[in-house]
């Protein structure tokens, strides 16, 4: 079975940078789209950015410009680099994988993911 775990999150001021790193295991990594999400309280679960098994990126427009995905296919992990974090940024993060291999339609979309991790808390204060 796949399996998804992230690092742990954190508490940041806003302006502040943080990392977070997704490992995978029991899928052939690099095959598939990988992706962050987070979901705050009281809001549905939205994508934040995605990076296809060739290392192309996707980011919503409210992070891009601060947030940088990346993955090591050698190592079977992804990483999501924010910086300049904003109180908006705060929510619940989760590393996902697509359900089929070398699919990617450009949009991120929730739907598509079959795989998650448990979830990292990353809160930002103002």
């Known amino acids: 079975a796949v399996r998804l775990v992230e690092s742990e999150g954190g508490v940041v001021q806003a302006g502040g940078s943080l990392t977070l790193s997704c490992s995978a295991s029991?899928?052939?990594?690099?095959?598939?789209?990988l992706g962050w999400f987070r979901q705050a309280p009281g809001k549905e679960r939205e994508a934040v950015s995605c990076?296809?098994?060739?290392?192309?990126?996707y980011y919503i427009d409210s992070v891009k410009g601060r947030f940088t995905i990346s993955r090591d296919n050698t190592k079977n992990t992804m990483s999501l680099q924010m910086n300049n974090l904003k109180p908006e940024d705060t929510a619940m993060y989760y590393c996902?994988?697509?359900?089929?291999?070398?699919?990617?339609?450009?949009?991120?979309?929730?739907?598509?993911?079959?795989?998650w991790g448990q979830g990292t808390q990353v809160s930002v204060s103002s």
């Open positions: 029991g899928m052939t990594f690099d095959m598939y789209t």
């Open positions: 996902a994988t697509e359900r089929t291999s070398y699919n990617w339609d450009g949009s991120c979309s929730l739907s598509d993911f079959g795989a």
């Open positions: 990076i296809t098994w060739d290392e192309r990126p």
